[in-house]
């Protein structure tokens, strides 16, 4: 089967980092995905890893190390509006994205 | 423009009703997708088309019927459904579908509830 495994919920101040990992079991691997969603709204990108380490991309970097079937989404400079679910999704196949379960950010003043 | 539309935003049905829900995009995107979203849930990947050809069909009932009339249109028709099938239904778009690697922009969703 395929599995990705979050941390179901992470707290944290305006200001701080926080770090969300994601790990995976799938039959075939491209590359994980981080997509973040506002209640009610759509997932959007963040942020993508085909390779081993790291991608920075403004406060946010992405980590993956296929070996250890593990990556990670680094948030910096918290603020109010990165509360938000977070998504890992890896690329599985042809066309198939699987999505981790989803952690739950929040960030408190 | 990375926009995905999808109409409606909010849909309320009967089990004997009929209706479809609709998706649009305008980036040239050849690949597209329709996802069901229950909540605090991840979203699940129900149909993919690929250059309007269903290509991922994930033994979704008969009672979701989706349809690719051209490129930048997909449809999802829907018929005597339950109401575990209330649900957030997404909808996303990529750029040539290969290997699962291509970004997938998102529409906002349709809300649909079956009474």
């Known amino acids: 089967g395929q599995s990705l495994e979050q941390p179901s919920e992470v707290t944290a101040v305006e200001g701080a980092i926080v770090q969300i990992n994601c790990t995976y079991q799938t039959s075939g691997f491209y590359g994980l995905s981080w997509y973040q969603q506002h209640d009610g709204g759509a997932p959007t990108f963040l942020s993508y890893n085909a390779l081993d380490g790291l991608e920075e991309t403004g406060r946010f970097s992405s980590f993956l190390s296929r070996s250890d079937s593990y990556g990670y989404l680094l948030l910096q400079e918290l603020q109010m509006k990165d509360s938000a679910s977070y998504f890992c999704a890896a690329g599985t196949g042809f066309q198939k994205l699987v999505f981790g379960t989803g952690t739950r950010l929040l960030v408190s003043p | 423009d990375t926009e995905v539309t999808q109409t409606p935003k909010h849909l309320v049905m009967g089990m004997t009703n009929k209706k479809s829900l609709k998706c649009e995009q305008h980036?040239?995107?050849?690949?597209m997708y329709w996802y069901k979203q229950k909540a605090k849930k991840p979203p699940e990947l129900m149909f993919v088309y690929s250059y309007e050809k269903l290509s991922i069909n994930e033994s979704v009932p008969s009672r979701f019927s989706p349809e690719c009339p051209n490129s930048s249109l997909l449809n999802l028709h829907l018929h005597a459904l339950q109401p575990e099938d209330s649900a957030l239904y997404l909808c996303?778009?990529?750029?040539?579908?290969?290997?699962?690697?291509?970004?997938?922009?998102f529409g906002p969703g349709t809300r649909l509830t079956v009474l």
């Open positions: 996303a778009s990529s750029q040539d579908a290969q290997g699962g690697t291509d970004t997938q922009y």
């Open positions: 980036m040239g995107h050849r690949a």
